[in-house]
T-cell receptor
Framework: RKEVEQDPGPFNVPEGATVAFNCTYS??????FFWYRQDCRKEPKLLMS???SGNEDGRFTAQLNRASQYISLLIRDSKLSDSATYLC???????????FGSGTQLTVLP | DADVTQTPRNRITKTGKRIMLECSQT?????MYWYRQDPGLGLQLIYY???????NKGEISDGYSVSRQAQAKFSLSLESAIPNQTALYFC??????????FGPGTRLLVL
């Protein structure tokens, strides 16, 4: 079983749609959680951290359920520029090593 | 100028050759990392370094070695390249255990 699992997609949605991505992680002792965004074969960039209480950044909302070891990302009012691969990332261990999911590909269509 | 730079950006080499990928950062971060990315897979950690005297193996270190020449420089070497080392390689930095900042990547093709 992969340590961090994501639905690879692709998700093809029209502009303005709401789309949700899910992620599960296997290490119950994980301490930090993130969503990164990666444009086609470019470097990953931090989209947002994920906190236990849930957090929002504009059109983006992230949720964490520690009991179910589940992380989600909700994108509202999708824009063409949201097209990218979204990486679920979990930090574990004393060094908080990051483990990356393989990513979920999103294409927002005009 | 970019905070994290990688050279070369693209490299084609032959099986058995030794090559070095270099990473430099101007962010002043203590921690540096090397990852590889293969299609359909997540980034896999090769090596990481928390300071100049601290080098640690990641999950896929076999066939690779690293050198932390200074706080700002972290090099990855393939001693004898093989075709399954064909991948996209990323360097990253962080200050502490949280957000990592990635370089633009090096595309490596081993023939």
């Amino acid at each position: 079983r992969k340590e961090v699992e994501q639905d690879p997609g692709p998700f093809n949605v029209p502009e303005g749609a709401t789309v949700a991505f899910n992620c599960t992680y296997s290490n119950s002792a994980s301490q930090s959680f993130f969503w990164y965004r990666q444009d086609c074969r470019k470097e990953p960039k931090l989209l947002m951290s994920v906190y236990s209480s849930g957090n929002e950044d504009g059109r983006f909302t992230a949720q964490l359920n520690r009991a179910s070891q589940y992380i989600s990302l909700l994108i509202r009012d999708s824009k063409l520029s949201d097209s990218a691969t979204y990486l679920c990332v979990v930090g574990s261990g004393s060094a908080r090593q990051l483990t990356f999911g393989s990513g979920t590909q999103l294409t927002v269509l005009p | 100028d970019a905070d994290v730079t990688q050279t070369p950006r693209n490299r084609i080499t032959k099986t058995g050759k030794r090559i070095m990928l270099e990473c430099s950062q101007t962010k002043g971060h203590d921690r540096m990392y090397w990852y590889r990315q293969d299609p359909g897979l997540g980034l896999q950690l090769i090596y990481y370094s928390f300071d100049v005297k601290d080098i640690n193996k990641g999950e896929i270190s076999d066939g690779y070695s690293v050198s932390r020449q200074a706080q700002a420089k972290f090099s990855l070497s393939l001693e004898s390249a093989i075709p399954n080392q064909t991948a996209l390689y990323f360097c990253a930095t962080s200050q502490g255990p949280e957000t990592q900042y990635f370089g633009p990547g090096t595309r490596l093709l081993v023939l």
